[in-house]
């Protein structure tokens, strides 16, 4: 385009134009970025620490927000327990190592309903995930399967020592609940509940359908849990029962996690405390090996 010339002489200054080169696109182009960020991908490192909170916060809110059926009802359940034995059976007159019947029961009775929970919710968080098809949500985001085996255990650990809390608080209404070892109440509290929180995902993983996941708790959680010791003493059983009890790991669970509380014990405490480090360890690299591997997680 050819500039008029004033009357003057000298020629106007040209006029911007918008075509060519860098013409509509580039006035757009500065607008937009002017009033939006750039965003700039952020550094994960070793540990995805925003990730791993995240699935932990999942995994708790997960049974908090239906209250009354992951901690009401298992401690009404342990109540339940409790008056059976307490009433029905005469626990309250008899006695095991010097202390009342019903106070050797209430720390078998929590830790029972501990691990039991501490079971149902990683294996039912994975198996409800895969049932209903929203397992990719899990596996897509950046988190290793180390992190997700944390964070499952994490949140069965919540689960279980919440119970093992609210239990502990209900039945020190009927029985006298002193404690003796803080530290074998809280190792055994801890450690037991891992324990089953990492078989959980063990099952929650093998599992397809909910029957699956309730046969494992039928057939091996709550029989292991019921022949360790939660009601008697082992001198009361013959020498190979004896011996099979000993070969539990869940007996030394519930022997010392008792011992914490009555300071009585039927097995040796570095034995059971040395037996529940090796389960988890071994427990832990096996359910890790597990997710990494995507077996029936993975198409």
């Not at 182009?29 to 925003?50: D, F, K, Q, T, Y």
């Not at 037991?192 to 397809?208: H, K, P, R, T």
Request: charge should be negative; charged fraction near 10%.
């Amino acid at each position: 385009m050819i500039p008029e010339i004033s009357p003057g002489g000298t020629p106007p200054p040209p006029t911007p134009s918008l075509e060519g080169r860098g013409g509509v696109e580039s006035v757009a182009g500065s607008c937009v970025s002017s009033s939006i960020p750039i965003l700039h991908p952020r550094p994960i490192g070793a540990v995805n620490w925003l990730g791993l909170g995240t699935m932990i916060d999942k995994e708790v809110w997960r049974f908090l927000t239906i209250y009354a059926q992951t901690i009401i009802a298992p401690v009404v359940t342990t109540l339940l327990f409790f008056v059976v034995f307490a009433f029905a059976l005469g626990g309250d007159q008899r006695s095991i190592g010097g202390v009342s019947y019903l106070t050797f029961l209430a720390p078998g009775l929590i830790m029972m309903s501990m691990a039991q929970n501490a079971f149902v919710n990683t294996s039912s968080s994975i198996v409800i995930s895969k049932v209903q098809g929203n397992i990719v949500d899990v596996l897509m985001p950046p988190l290793s399967a180390f992190e997700l085996t944390i964070g499952y255990a994490i949140g069965g650990i919540a689960r279980g020592l919440v119970v093992g809390g609210a239990s502990v608080v209900c039945l020190s209404f009927f029985v006298d609940i002193s404690i003796h070892s803080v530290f074998f109440v809280l190792y055994h509290a801890v450690a037991g509940a891992m324990m089953l929180a990492l078989m959980g995902v063990i099952g929650g993983v093998w599992s397809e359908r909910f029957d699956h996941m309730a046969a494992a708790q039928n057939f091996i959680v709550m029989p292991a849990t019921f022949l360790s010791g939660t009601f008697y003493t082992l001198d009361h059983l013959p020498e190979a029962w004896r011996f099979l009890c000993h070969l539990n790991p869940f007996f030394y669970m519930i022997d010392g996690f008792r011992y914490g509380f009555i300071g009585v014990s039927d097995g040796t405490l570095l034995i059971g405390v040395l037996v529940m480090f090796v389960v988890n360890l071994a427990l832990l690299g096996a359910t890790y090996a597990l997710i990494d591997s995507g077996y029936k997680l993975k198409a």
